[in-house]
């Protein structure tokens, strides 16, 4: 419920899935890697994560937002980075290395 319905619900969604994602970075000082099912909702949990500073944390590297190419190797080069992604990400990924 609420993962890309209107409204308050939506909204309310997408800020606990920012919020545990940033405690989740916390825990791991980065690292992740957050699989979304639409855009909007990737995007909007992008918009949180910034609005309260995660980036300045963890470099956070967003679906949509750069080549999925650069976009992975950026991520598996800073070690620590959040990385949001939906549609092609779903299919495999490949990260070498510590960054996950």
């Given at each position: 419920a609420g993962g890309d319905g209107?409204?308050?619900?939506?909204?309310?969604?997408?800020?606990?899935?920012?919020?545990?994602?940033e405690a989740t970075a916390a825990l791991t000082r980065g690292g992740l890697f957050g699989?979304?099912?639409?855009?909007?909702?990737?995007?909007?949990?992008?918009?949180l994560l910034r609005e309260s500073g995660a980036?300045?944390?963890?470099?956070?590297?967003v679906h949509g937002e750069d080549d999925r190419h650069r976009l992975l190797t950026r991520f598996t080069?800073?070690?620590?980075?959040?990385?949001?992604?939906?549609?092609?990400?779903?299919?495999?990924v490949d990260v070498p290395g510590d960054p996950l």
């Open positions: 209107d409204g308050e619900a939506f909204d309310g969604f997408q800020r606990e899935t920012a919020r545990m994602l699989l979304f099912t639409s855009h909007r909702a990737l995007h909007r949990v992008a918009e980036d300045a944390h963890w470099p956070l590297f080069m800073s070690g620590s980075g959040l990385l949001l992604g939906t549609a092609s990400f779903w299919e495999g």
